[in-house]
């Protein structure tokens, strides 16, 4: 198995599943399957399917909190028969193996397996009771992809169970530390809390930034998309749609009468793709000239055919908050009129912290500045940093330079999807960042 990256991808365009928390009392629809793995009876051939599964997790490196703190860092924890103890003694992980607490089902609407259990974390041998999270782990039958996970208090626990139906995870629980009825999105390989408002919301075509799920490939087959550094997605706004094929852009115009659609692309830019990302673009694209209708259900969005076949599917974005969502920069001005991309294999973050704090790391130095922001304002006061000189790459330090002082000509923000726009008064992009898993981390 390989060790999994915080973020396999910051790819928008891999999922959307439903993750809610209900109260003690909540009824699930169905007993999910459990097997006891380590008995000496004959394995039927769903047994050893099930246990294999178990063994692969038993076995897993999951992300887990260094500490205690509201907004912890992170590190991996790779698990032996279930468990893992921290050479120096200070963080302690336990994978739950109880009925009920382990459970298999697709989260992600790509029609491949998940899984989703229970860790017990620790960070020193006498801590009682251990904080309790839940951990998502996808494509259990492939390349595991760990999820940050999310906490779920200090627990006083029923007897579960977790099932997994209809891409929603239903998990009754007894705290002592949160309240029932907390509901999560499994989203962008991101496991975020939401209101029941949110998830009740009824999706709008010219709302929402949409993420590609599935595209009719060059044979007709209907695939499910493969993650990319600049996933696919799709947004229409006021005549005028926009988008990402796979690695380049495109944009265009659309007419929309009632739930007739049809696409007219203006332009693309011409970035290389590799092989196989290349054959999906190239699909993505072609589906786009077909499009004549659209339907939307279940937070899905399907573009159609003449002949009412899909050819591209779509879930919707949620926007993260501006305020304790770490980013990533993408773009940024460089002070000569032009917005260029920041520098391959140098990362460039900014986290804003509810205390006015922005923090990060510029590129070779991290920075610190304070900050006041209101629903769509924001005002960023010089950053000081740490004083290291990078010779490597070639225009780090140059970079690192030109991005701390265009922070500080920013005014207003929009955030679009998981993309952070910052703009200056006369209404220029200053920088383009996106949200990352954790600490600005990306693949």
Not at 422 to 439: P, W
Request: net charge neutral.
């Amino acid at each position: 198995m390989h060790q999994p990256s915080i973020r396999r991808s910051i790819a928008l365009a891999a999922s959307l599943g439903a993750v809610i928390v209900q109260g003690s009392l909540a009824r699930v629809q169905s007993e999910p399957i459990w097997y006891n793995c380590l008995t000496r009876e004959v394995f039927t051939p769903e047994k050893k399917a099930w246990c294999d599964r178990w063994q692969a997790l038993q076995s897993a490196t999951f992300i887990v909190p260094v500490g205690q703190e509201t907004h912890p860092t992170y590190t991996t924890a790779t698990l032996s028969y279930g468990r893992y103890k921290a050479s120096h003694g200070s963080l302690f992980v336990e994978l739950v193996n109880q009925k009920g607490w382990i459970t298999f089902g697709d989260l992600t609407g790509n029609g491949r397996d998940d899984a989703a259990v229970i860790l017990k974390v620790a960070h020193h041998a006498l801590q009682s009771p251990a904080a309790i999270y839940l951990s998502t782990v996808l494509d259990v039958d492939g390349d595991l992809q760990v999820l940050t996970p999310i906490k779920l208090g200090d627990q006083d626990w029923g007897n579960g169970p977790l099932s997994i139906e209809n891409q929603r995870l239903s998990i009754p629980v007894s705290t002592l530390t949160s309240g029932p009825n907390r509901q999560f999105k499994v989203q962008n390989f991101r496991m975020q809390e939401q209101s029941s408002g949110q998830m009740s919301a009824p999706a709008s075509l010219e709302t929402a930034l949409w993420a590609l799920t599935q595209y009719s490939n060059a044979a007709g087959e209907v695939v499910p998309v493969q993650a990319t550094n600049e996933p696919p997605t799709i947004q229409f706004r006021a005549g005028q749609v926009r988008g990402v094929a796979s690695c380049n852009r495109f944009f265009g115009t659309y007419t929309l009468e009632g739930r007739s659609l049809s696409l007219q692309l203006k332009g693309i830019t011409k970035m290389a793709c590799p092989g196989s990302v290349e054959a999906q673009e190239q699909a993505v694209l072609a589906a786009l000239q077909q499009v004549r209708a659209y339907t939307m259900a279940d937070g899905a969005m399907q573009l159609l055919d003449d002949s009412g076949n899909s050819v591209l599917t779509f879930t919707q974005v949620a926007a993260p908050p501006l305020i304790n969502t770490p980013w990533q920069l993408m773009s940024y001005n460089n002070g000569q009129g032009a917005v260029v991309s920041a520098m391959s294999g140098v990362v460039v973050t900014a986290q804003f912290h509810d205390d006015g704090r922005l923090t990060g790391i510029a590129g070779c130095n991290h920075y610190m500045a304070n900050y006041v922001s209101t629903e769509n304002t924001l005002a960023i006061a010089p950053s000081v940093r740490t004083r290291k000189l990078c010779r490597q790459p070639d225009g780090v330090m140059e970079q690192e330079s030109a991005y701390l002082k265009i922070l500080e000509t920013a005014e207003t923000y929009r955030i679009e999807g998981e993309r952070l726009i910052l703009v200056n008064s006369a209404g220029a992009t200053v920088a383009q960042l996106r949200a990352v898993d954790m600490n600005g981390t990306s693949p």
